[in-house]
């Protein structure tokens, strides 16, 4: 078959890595402990859909690190290893020189999220936690498809749309279950998991796109949802990742990046400003 897209595949069977069947590495996951691994989260220069994975490496303790963002040479002479043409992939390493490569946000924060203690107490709670997560991904998920990637002179109907029913359906959505945890600040339980992180997460890609604070103006008018994100947010584990200059830098190129959503007549002049502006108003919108 003709190849449009001639790319370095990384497969799940791959021979490298030194296992030999699907079992050992699966065998070789259940035995080892998480401090004897060695995690690499590649994905670009922007926070986005690794920013979830990135805040549970930074919370657990593990050693972890970002792989330099790939060039455009490297990434459009196919010389990056990926499943699907896409990033994130995280390789995890073992003590022995073993490596796993995975692909996919979702597979990837699941697994992290189950290794960290991040998904419930018991199999029921794993999957309340999983709808939840798959619930605000598919919100993300949604505002790239029918708002980000619409003709320039569709993106204000298409803004104000997914304002008016996709948000609004979510936001409701969302207080109910809430409502039925007490409205304590988590999805499930007493405890933080991957749903709280994800949706602090969510929130947080809304406010790095142009129009963010009509965004975080909607979110944080939940009491519900934005004592999720603030409990998030304000996890003392994740405090010196989130003031690190590295976080600062995906946040930052998010922004630039997602200046592609602008609504014409509504365009931001100085980006750089800009993002100032919009924590600014994040912060503003937070405290009041
Ligand atoms: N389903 C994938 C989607 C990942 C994805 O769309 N990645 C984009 C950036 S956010 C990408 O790498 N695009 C590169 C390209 O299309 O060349 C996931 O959730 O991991």
Known sequence: MATTNPRLKVHYLNPNGGFKSS?????????????????????????SVASTTRDMLALSGVKWRNAPCPS????????????FSV????????????????????VIDMFLAE??????????EKLAISSFYSNIHFLRERTFTEVQDVPKESKKHARDLFFKYTLQKFIEDH???LAHNGNNGHYVGNKMSLADLHLAN???YYSTLPWGKMALEKFSASEAIWKVKEKVDNHPGLAAWRSSDEFKKYE??????????????????DASKSKSDAVTKELSVAEA
């Open 252 to 269: 930052k190129g998010s922004f630039k990046w997602y200046l592609r959503c602008t609504v014409p007549g509504e365009e931001v002049v």
């Open 72 to 83: 455009d040479e490297e990434w459009d002479g196919g010389k990056i290893q990926t499943a």
């Open 202 to 204: 969510v929130i947080h």
């Open 175 to 177: 207080e109910y279950h």
């Open 23 to 47: 079992k050992e590495r699966a065998d070789f996951l259940a035995t080892t402990d998480n401090k004897d691994l060695d995690f690499t989260v590649l994905y670009w220069e922007i926070a």
């Open 115 to 124: 290794r960290f203690g991040l998904m419930g107490d018991n199999d029921w």
């Open 87 to 106: 990033l994130p992939m995280l390789t995890i390493k073992g003590p022995a020189g073993q490596e796993l490569n995975l692909s996919e946000s979702m």
